[in-house]
């Protein structure tokens, strides 16, 4: 597999509900065009994605017409090629499902969203290096709760809180090949119970798994192996050592403090974070 400049970019950028959090708390047209310290967040993780060298197209799921129709630069930028764009259905897993079907390259896909305030060209490279490392379909990034905390001490983030570790996601998946990219019909099942990990794990392994999850004798190691088993899918995670990469801006405090965050350290779109 070609590592450098191989992968499809589908980034997820449709509003989850009409009455978006964010979007309300900016007066966006919708919450991938709510400015981010004076940046669209929408361009702070299209510009990281590009930086990275690892990107040979962008796909954008999402936002709707009406609402790219109000940014000239993303209407620039879909009009000239730079940037591929393609309606948002009802749900993040049905619109990537929608889109997976209707790419017809053979390139590994990195599955994110428009809200990953924080992503950087680093990040991706970490992310999609250790992917095509781990010889599997697909993999899903993960970050280790522990770290978050001691970077970011009093920060509320969702935790799957496992035998072998505590873990935070990070909205960052590379589907690998053809057999990878049907996961994201697996995710369908779930994907409304993603902020109740013991809900989800009910959901997708069965009640078996969720009575091992609270007994805290549920591993990761096992769960994925679970996955994998029912969906003929090798799955693997990729942990990453940037704590700033499970963050993203789903309230108005989360985007207060992503801000707080990007002032402190001064960081132009698409640059590195150290």
Sequence with gaps: MNTTGGF???????????ADPVAAATGAPCKALSPVAGRPVIFRVLDALEASGMIAQSVI?????????????????????????IDYLESPAVSAEYCLARRDDANP????????????????REFLEGSVAAGADATLGLVE???????FPGTRRTVTRLRDGHFC??????????????VVSFWKKGEQSRKKPWKLI?????PAAVISY???????????A??????????????????????????????RFVESILKEVQQPPGEVLT
Excluded: F, M
């Excluded at 499809?8 to 009409?18: C, I, K, Q, Y």
């Design 169 to 182: 996601g990070c909205n960052l998946y590379a589907l690998l090949n053809p057999r990878g990219r049907g």
């Design 8 to 18: 499809t970019a589908l980034v997820l950028a449709g509003d989850r509900t009409a």
């Design 145 to 151: 709760h522990a770290s978050v905390a001691a970077a």
């Design 61 to 85: 799921c999402g936002p709707h017409p009406a609402a790219v129709s109000t940014s000239r630069e993303l209407s620039d930028r879909i009009e000239s090629g730079r940037i591929t764009w």
């Design 109 to 124: 896909v990195l599955l994110t969203t428009a809200d990953h305030a924080l992503l950087t060209p680093a990040i991706v």
């Design 202 to 206: 009910a959901q997708l392994l069965g």
């Design 214 to 224: 609270l007994a805290g004798r549920l591993t990761l190691e096992a769960a994925l």
């Design 226 to 255: 679970a996955i994998s088993k029912r969906t003929g899918i090798r799955i693997r995670p990729v942990l990453l050592s940037q704590p700033r990469a499970c963050i993203d801006v789903d309230t108005a405090q989360d985007l």
